[in-house]
């Protein structure tokens, strides 16, 4: 918790705790596993790349996120069973109108 505010912080404390004691990663394999990926993904990553990565604008990101959308619109609307509304007629004579007429 924050000593100014009420709500918490997300940055993690400097200060050596019980719980981080106990859940030491120097001894855990799954951690070690962890660790050694990480390091081959950096390896594998060229940064001559990464400069010439295109990074969309602000704008662009926002246009690519509506024509998503409209996407998904059309895909849930082409799916939809339009032929299985219900349709309200207007009722007729019934049978037992008709039997009270003859």
């Known amino acids: 918790m924050s000593t100014y505010s009420a709500a918490p912080t997300l940055a993690p404390s400097i200060a050596p705790s019980p719980v981080s004691r106990a859940s ?11 660790k050694s990926w990480n390091a081959g993904f950096e390896r594998l990553e060229d940064q001559r790349l990464v400069q010439q990565r295109y990074k969309l604008t602000h704008e662009k990101t926002e246009n690519m996120g509506k024509l998503a959308l409209g996407a998904k619109l059309d895909r849930a609307l082409s799916r939809r069973m339009s032929g299985q509304d219900a ?16």
């Open 24 to 34: 030491s990663t120097a001894e855990d394999p799954k951690a070690h596993d962890i």
């Open 87 to 102: 349709v309200f007629r207007s009722k007729g004579l019934s049978e037992k109108a008709m039997e009270a007429q003859a």
